[in-house]
């Protein structure tokens, strides 16, 4: 089992100029705790379940540039992409670039995107849902094309690209993480593009018929299922549920999930506490399962 950690919550006691040491520390605590993955949000405005737009958000990328330089092993992404966010030839040179500069650590996490409040809020385009799985299918299809030896052009329905030049080139190309649960499109596009999914935690039977679904739909597309990781956000706290936590992580290891997301409680009154003694107390008996 491999464990990410996903910094979600920015709202650190100390206030604004407790966020950058306090993110700092929370993502060397990570890379030297054995975490594979650090994941940031996607976001303009906070989400409303963390407090809404008037708690901090950071941009994502810029946060990953940031963050390439603090650490040195664990891989850096977002959890995940709103497509609609940047234009996709921006976006896979975005990370193409987090990828060069980071030693081919990048991970590209991608997503319809469904926050309507923070597009009206910076006048950004929110096209319907129908469209904005129809951008993102094409922008699935314009990175994996930047990142080949094919820079030709891209004629789409709704992107067209002149040139799809990408240079320099990633040290590996980034694997592609569909977020979403979705079992008519996401998990379909995942099994024709995605090297993993990623699931909401839920009941053992939901995430079960989910995998079960995404297995279909690798049959439809000749994909060998083996092929895409199975990853899922963890429901229980590791720290204050350590049991629970391990009976969680067993029951999605027998279910072929590979890596599951953990990170600080929201309002927690010391997260770099919280993830020092994940990674020192609970993770390493978990690792083998």
């Not at 993993?196 to 839920?202: E, K, V, Y």
């Not at 927690?268 to 399962?289: F, H, I």
Request: hydrophobic share 40%; net charge negative.
């Amino acid at each position: 089992m491999k464990f990410a950690v996903h910094l979600a919550d920015l709202s650190y006691p100390g206030g604004p100029d407790a966020l950058l040491p306090t993110l700092t520390s929370l993502a060397k605590v990570a890379d030297h705790g054995g975490i594979s993955r650090i994941t940031m949000m996607d976001h303009y405005f906070q989400m409303e379940p963390f407090g809404g737009p008037a708690q901090p958000m950071l941009e994502g990328y810029t946060s990953l540039g940031y963050l390439a330089g603090q650490t040195s092993t664990a891989e850096l992404g977002l959890l995940v992409s709103g497509v609609t966010y940047r234009h996709p030839g921006l976006l896979a040179k975005i990370v193409t670039t987090l990828d060069v500069l980071s030693g081919g650590r990048a991970v590209l996490g991608l997503g319809a995107a469904w926050y309507e409040r923070e597009h009206r809020g910076l006048g950004v385009p929110f096209p319907s849902t129908a469209e904005r799985f129809e951008r993102l299918e094409e922008t699935l299809q314009i990175v994996q094309q930047m990142w080949s030896d094919d820079d030709g052009p891209y004629e789409g329905r709704h992107y067209r690209l002149a040139e799809t030049v990408c240079v320099p080139a990633p040290v590996r190309r980034p694997p592609i993480m569909i977020g979403g649960q979705g079992e008519r499109k996401t998990l379909r596009l995942v099994a024709r593009y995605g090297d993993a999914c990623n699931l909401f935690p839920a009941d053992l039977e939901t995430v079960r018929h989910k995998l079960e679904v995404l297995d279909a739909h690798c049959e439809t597309e000749g994909r060998d299922p083996a092929e895409i990781a199975r990853t899922i956000i963890a429901g229980t706290d590791g720290v204050a549920d350590p049991d629970g936590f391990r009976r969680e992580l067993e029951a999605y290891a027998g279910l072929g999930i590979s890596m599951v997301w953990v990170g600080p409680p929201p309002g927690a009154s010391d997260p770099v506490g919280w993830l020092t003694e994940l990674t020192e107390r609970r993770l390493p008996e978990l690792v083998d399962l």
